[in-house]
């Protein structure tokens, strides 16, 4: 007979996962030459997973961890409300850091599956644009 999974215990793993994988996709985009900004940055109306600087724009990323692709792959997940959260968010965010204020900036989506220590990315520049929600 199958174990229940204890909520209390569950958690933490699942944390420990997503901070794997946040950690792979930040080194993944700073190979590629992007500057960190911020990660894991909290605002009332949500969470932005990583500010990253691409040249002059700002990139706010959005982490997507599946272990199979059963229910859409992991840009399918950043629906219409999760999109209008990170907007929300980025907008408290630039007004939070005024340097970054004026400059332009996108909404990118980065997919991971596989083992959690060492995902497979697909990066998604540009995801969905703010006015769009």
Not at 21 to 27: G, S
Not at 94 to 103: E, F, G, K
């Amino acid at each position: 007979m199958p174990r229940a999974i204890d909520p209390r215990t569950a958690a933490p793993d699942r944390r420990g996962r997503g901070a794997a994988v946040e950690a792979a996709a930040r080194a993944y985009l700073l190979e590629r030459g992007l500057r960190a900004v911020a990660a894991n940055a909290h605002y009332r109306f949500g969470e932005l997973d990583l500010v990253m600087l691409d040249g002059a724009t700002v990139a706010f990323v959005e982490v997507r961890y599946r272990r199979d692709d059963r229910f859409g792959g992991g840009a399918a997940s950043v629906d219409a409300r999760k999109r209008r959260k990170l907007v929300m968010a980025a907008q408290a965010f630039l007004l939070a850091h005024p340097v970054y204020a004026d400059s332009p900036c996108r909404f990118d989506v980065i997919e991971a599956d596989g083992d959690p220590a060492r995902p497979d990315l697909n990066w998604l520049r540009d995801a969905f644009r703010a006015d769009d929600i």
